[in-house]
């Protein structure tokens, strides 16, 4: 393929596709702990060890669907037949997610849990890996894949906000019987059903608006003898080299912090701050402008700065701004809960505080499309699906990990359950937040010090694409 440019029609119909994993992310990480444990009376402990394996279950099929996803031969091409049957099974088992069997309360809850926690995320994934390594295919250009990319975030990011924001507002609300809208059970019902739906759409969307690069995009290897050890052979000779291992350990230690941040999220804001749940959906809105200032953003410091530097500095930000108002709060020096500062505040800082998580996010994820020429150099196989799939083998296998942490932080500060916001003492508050800001904080800045052994510049990339003949 000749460097190019990918028209903005394109890049909204590949980045809607995102909405997809947008909508799942944004339940699994900000709802399911708190549904499956203080709705439904789950423990804690058992919603975290169920969400633990069913991450571990997905990640170890990621590379293998990678590694087909890389080698699969049908005139639709590598990617798009996955994309196109994941959409009807992966919205249906969103639904049931959040709409268990009524005969089943408690702990006998955890079975269905755990199998519908594996079938949701394992289906997902079927279509997010080949779509997400059609970013690396559908141009060579270093600046354009920031482009691409950033619709990607953006849409994924708006796509999980709206919907959150519209659960807190209009579905997770008081009724007469239940005083917290968290507590409504009937309201979590319909999230499952209008998510499963905005599933289904936005994969559709995205297969279909990206079908037609199909003879634009690298032919698969030719056909060959698989076997297991062949396939994990390839898998790894792919994947070995400096730079990949710099932002393979980044994603560990960033999808543990991850999996603490949003585990605990709606816990800091409800318990901690005393938000509202409509409180809470205007910080939830608030992450499309904060999309909006990424999308904006990453391309810019992309070709001012150059990924790995401009992703050092954005994470650095990033990651310090938002915990240290909970420090302040330790230290009595933030607005009391229920002052009308503290609310625009938080708000406020959330805003420009997402924005710039987002754009690291951005930025690491064009820095692995950057790697498939090299390792197309060295191995003269074209791999991005196993790129991606490794990404996302990590965050998924180690992401499950910060959730039992953040499940752990919540039982080490004492931390009540099935008590409302207003109720919860305030020595576990405190122990809340000194428990919380330490841990997020050291594993990101982990995170931060591994991506700086990134070697693949701006350079780096031109010199491999001359290398391979394309430019």
Not at 221 to 249: C, D, H
Request: hydrophobic content about 50%; proline content about 5%.
């Amino acid at each position: 393929m000749a460097l190019s440019k990918v028209s903005p029609f394109n890049k909204i119909a590949y980045g809607i596709g995102s909405a997809a994993f947008g909508v799942k992310g944004n339940g699994f990480d900000y709802f399911f702990l708190i549904f499956y444990s203080q709705v439904l009376g789950v423990d804690a402990y058992l919603v975290g060890l169920a969400l633990l394996i069913a991450l571990i279950a997905d990640s170890l099929s990621d590379p293998l669907i990678g590694y087909f996803s890389d080698n699969t031969h049908t005139r639709w091409g590598r990617r798009h037949p996955y994309m196109y049957l994941a959409a009807v099974p992966a919205s249906l088992s969103y639904f049931f997610i959040w709409n268990p069997p009524s005969v089943l309360s408690g702990n006998e809850l955890f079975p269905y849990i755990l199998m519908m926690a594996i079938f949701v995320r394992t289906l997902i994934t079927l279509y997010e890996i080949p779509n997400s390594a059609l970013v690396a295919e559908m141009t060579d250009d270093y600046d354009e894949r920031t482009s691409i990319v950033s619709y990607r975030f953006f849409f994924g990011w708006a796509g999980g906000t709206f919907m959150g924001f519209y659960a807190l507002t209009y579905l997770l609300v008081p009724t007469e019987e239940v005083s917290n809208g968290f507590f409504n059970l009937g309201g979590f019902g319909q999230m499952g059903l209008i998510s499963s739906m905005v599933i289904f759409i936005s994969i559709m969307i995205s297969a279909l608006g990206t079908h037609s690069f199909i003879p634009q995009l690298k032919a698969p290897p030719p056909k060959q003898k698989i076997s297991i050890g062949r396939i994990y052979r390839e898998i790894f000779e792919t994947v070995w080299n400096r730079s990949f291992g710099a932002l393979f350990a980044a994603a560990l230690f960033g999808a543990i912090g991850t999996g603490i941040a949003t585990g605990l999220s709606h816990y800091i804001n409800s318990f901690f701050w005393g938000f509202s749940t409509g409180q809470l959906g205007q910080i939830s809105l608030s992450v499309v402008a904060s999309a909006v200032v990424a999308l904006v953003l990453a391309p810019i410091i992309s070709k001012k700065l150059g990924k790995k530097r401009a992703a050092i500095i954005t994470g650095l930000l990033a990651f310090t701004i938002l915990p240290a108002t909970i420090v302040l709060r330790l230290f009595n020096l933030m607005p009391d809960n229920g002052d009308p500062v503290l609310f625009p505040l938080i708000l406020f800082i959330t805003m420009i505080d997402v924005g710039l998580i987002i754009t690291y996010q951005i930025l690491s994820t064009s820095m692995i499309a950057d790697l498939v020429e090299e390792s197309e150099l060295r191995t003269g196989r074209r791999s991005e699906g196993v790129f991606f799939a490794s990404m996302t083998f990590v965050k998924k296998f180690v992401q499950g990990f910060g959730v039992v942490a953040a499940a752990t932080i919540l039982t080490l500060a004492e931390f009540p359950v099935g008590v409302a916001p207003g109720s919860v003492p305030a020595d576990s508050l405190f122990r809340l937040g000194a428990l919380y800001v330490p841990i997020v904080f050291t594993v990101w800045m982990l995170m931060i010090f591994c991506i700086s052994h990134y070697e693949v510049d701006r350079d780096k990339h031109k010199a491999n694409l001359k290398a391979l003949g394309r430019t």
